[in-house]
């Protein structure tokens, strides 16, 4: 008989299991704990994180918007305010350390990944079900957090990302990513069998999009045409 996964965050990384592999042994991560990933892939992704950033802070806004529940709107909330204020004071030390201060007002262009990414988490939280766009937002809480625990078991004391692996590492984050993973189990489990399923789907395509960012900032990524 097969056992199905009790909960809804279970039955959801059970079901990313292949992409957070891939996630691992990609040359961007694997790059971050070696310390060796070169400079300009990192400044690159900096400037896509940031643009990023912006439009899934967003996202959460609008969450925390649609929800019911005071408290859980006001967990979506602070988290929407977090994103731009804890992240983009990390964003500004590494510019400053890497004394790439001068870029920091450039405003980049969205790759198309980055584009991809940011418009469907917030196509998903203005027009899904609220308990799908919970789903939607949750990979990017909880990949990071679980990279940088994986990392911070590898990299050396005098990596130079350091003070990354340790924000998205540490125990803090931690609680802040446990907080909506149970939301979202919360939420699965008074949702019906379509709602759920569509909540899997929505955490599995953000996850393969999780993939593509990194990806598109190690090959730092250009449009087409």
Known sequence: MIVLPATFSAAAWDRIAPIYGAILEHPFITGLAAGSLSRDRFKFYLQQDALYLGDFSRAL???????????????????????????????????RDFALAEDAGVKAEKTATCFSYTNYLLATAQ??????????????????????????????????????????????????????????????ATAGSRAR????????????????????????ESWPV
């Open 197 to 220: 399923e569509d909540m899997l789907a929505a955490f599995h395509r953000a996850a393969r999009l999780e993939w593509m960012f990194w990806d598109s900032a190690y090959h730092r």
């Open 61 to 95: 806004g609008i969450i925390a918007d649609r929800v019911a529940d005071r408290e859980v709107a006001k967990q979506f909330s602070h988290s929407s305010q977090n994103a731009l204020a804890v992240e983009g004071v990390l964003h500004a030390t590494f510019l």
């Open 127 to 188: 027009g899904e079900p609220v308990e799908v766009a919970v789903a939607s937002v949750l990979p990017c809480f909880w990949i990071y957090w679980e990279v940088g625990r994986h990392i911070q078991t590898r990299a050396g004391p005098s990596n130079p990302y350091e003070r990354w692996i340790n924000t998205y590492g540490d125990e803090v984050f931690g609680g802040r990513v446990r907080s909506v993973i149970a939301i979202a189990d919360d939420m699965a």
